[in-house]
């Protein structure tokens, strides 16, 4: 299972339900990496995507408690349970964990990569993805050049998981 987000400098992802920042060669990766496979969110995350849609050409498996919430076109899920039990036999490598905070840290146990757009810029945020820097279970083991959106620099980064997890 894969984590993929966009994080700043203090491993922010967003603010008053919005993401920080749009940047297109970021949001072009995340299409890339994640078409055709199982995209997994909460609740608020979804009602954040452009016209409240599902994220199209994948399988959305969308958190929430709330009973009233059903959406067309996408799987809901009430619990982590009941996710996992929807990925049964899917390989890892196509199940994406794209968020917010508490799904990050929720699925963090069973992801063994997260695929990290890092921006160099601290935001005011106030959702935060897991501070993998200060985790000894992950390595940052790729880090690609600098790029910049305008005059914000930012690089994609990944982590895998050097021990311990749920498989
Ligand atoms: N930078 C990035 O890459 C990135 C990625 C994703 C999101 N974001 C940002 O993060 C923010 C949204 O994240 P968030 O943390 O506020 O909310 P969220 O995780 O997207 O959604 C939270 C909701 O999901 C449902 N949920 C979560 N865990 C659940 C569980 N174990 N069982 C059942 N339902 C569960 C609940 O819905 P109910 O209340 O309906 O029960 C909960 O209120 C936004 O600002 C968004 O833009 C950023």
């Given amino acids: 299972m894969i984590l993929i987000a966009a994080v700043d400098k203090s491993w922010a992802i967003g603010k008053g339900g919005k ?7 970021d949001q072009q990766l995340f299409l890339e990496e994640t078409l055709g496979k199982t995209v997994i969110m909460g609740r608020k ?3 954040d995507l452009p016209g409240q849609q ?6 959305n498996l969308v958190l929430s408690r709330d009973p009233d919430f059903s959406p067309k076109g996408v799987t809901v899920c009430r619990s982590i349970e009941e996710v996992l ?8 490598d196509e199940i994406f964990v794209c968020g ?10 069973y992801a063994d990569k997260a695929e990290l757009t890092k921006i160099d810029y601290r935001y005011d945020g106030d959702r935060f993805f897991p501070n993998l820097d200060e985790d000894p ?31």
């Fill in 45 to 47: 995350t979804f009602l």
């Fill in 85 to 92: 039990e929807k990925l049964s036999g899917i390989p890892g």
């Fill in 54 to 59: 599902p994220l199209y050409g994948r399988r």
């Fill in 100 to 109: 917010g905070e508490g799904v990050y840290r929720d699925f963090l146990p």
């Fill in 19 to 25: 993401l920080l920042v749009k940047i297109p060669r």
């Fill in 137 to 167: 279970d992950w390595k940052l083991t790729q880090e690609s050049e600098e790029e910049t959106y305008f005059d914000l620099p930012f690089s994609f980064c990944r982590y895998e998981r050097v021990r311990g997890g749920v498989r």
